[in-house]
T-cell receptor, first 117, second 107 residues
Framework: NAGVTQTPKFQVLKTGQSMTLQCAQD?????MYWYRQDPGMGLRLIYY???????DKGEVPNGYNVSRLNKREFSLRLESAAPSQTSVYFC????????????????FGPGTRLTVL | SQQGEEDPQALSIQEGENATMNCSYK?????LQWYRQNSGRGLVHLIL?????REKHSGRLRVTLDTSKKSSSLLITASRAADTASYFC???????FGTGTSLTVIP
């Protein structure tokens, strides 16, 4: 079991370029998430997918789009990269979204370190 | 928001000492989880405690939960250099992770 995998590990973009971050999980999880982590800011949720075929905005969705391609894969796209999107991006998955008062254990990928010049 | 906030922000101890970090949250919960993040890596789940539990152990980890005070603590006993990491608590719908407690264990 590879768990949650992300590609690429590192990426440098110029302002205005586009790219897609890939994420895949092999744990048959229903829910998947994209976070960004900036120094001193903790993790912030960009988008999530409660189940295959659904996606919802998180705390900081502007400038991003997502696709839940199938149960295994959840991609994050930057259409026109900006320096403010320089960050480390983490994908995560869990069995389910669970309820508002109940957490479901999330499993994280190793991250993608993105720099936008 | 059921956001959990960790305290202190940073903690530095000698190897062999115990490390305690705290988490406060705002609304009622069914469970609370602690995660660890090594530098540059993804978060790793450590332990889950349910609202009807007051204390839980896992190896050198001890977690307590006080639902009346809406707080939890994570104790790492006999710390090792390899415990150097950031520690996060997660509550509720778990979309929110605070800035964590950065623990440094000095050999």
């Amino acid at each position: 079991n590879a768990g949650v995998t992300q590609t690429p590990k590192f990426q440098v973009l110029k302002t205005g370029q586009s790219m897609t971050l890939q994420c895949a999980q092999d744990m048959n999880h229903n829910s998947m998430y994209w976070y960004r982590q900036d120094p001193g800011m903790g993790l912030r949720l960009i988008y999530y997918s409660a189940s295959e075929g659904t996606t919802d905005k998180g705390e900081v969705p502007n400038g991003y789009n997502v696709s839940r391609l199938n149960k295994r894969e959840f991609s994050l796209r930057l259409e026109s990269a900006a320096p403010s999107q320089t960050s480390v991006y983490f994908c995560a998955s869990s069995e389910s979204l669970a309820g508002a008062s109940t957490t479901d254990t999330q499993y994280f990928g190793p991250g993608t370190r993105l720099t936008v010049l | 928001s059921q956001q959990g906030e960790e305290d202190p922000q940073a903690l530095s101890i000698q190897e062999g000492e115990n490390a305690t970090m705290n988490c406060s949250y705002k609304t009622s919960i069914n469970n609370l989880q602690w995660y660890r993040q090594n530098s540059g890596r993804g978060l790793v789940h450590l332990i889950l405690i349910r609202s009807n539990e007051r204390e839980k152990h896992s190896g050198r980890l001890r977690v307590t939960l006080d639902t009346s005070k809406k707080s939890s603590s994570l104790l790492i006993t006999a710390s090792r250099a390899a415990d150097t990491a950031s520690y996060f608590c997660a509550t509720g719908n778990q979309f929110y992770f605070g800035t964590g407690t950065s623990l440094t264990v000095i050999p």
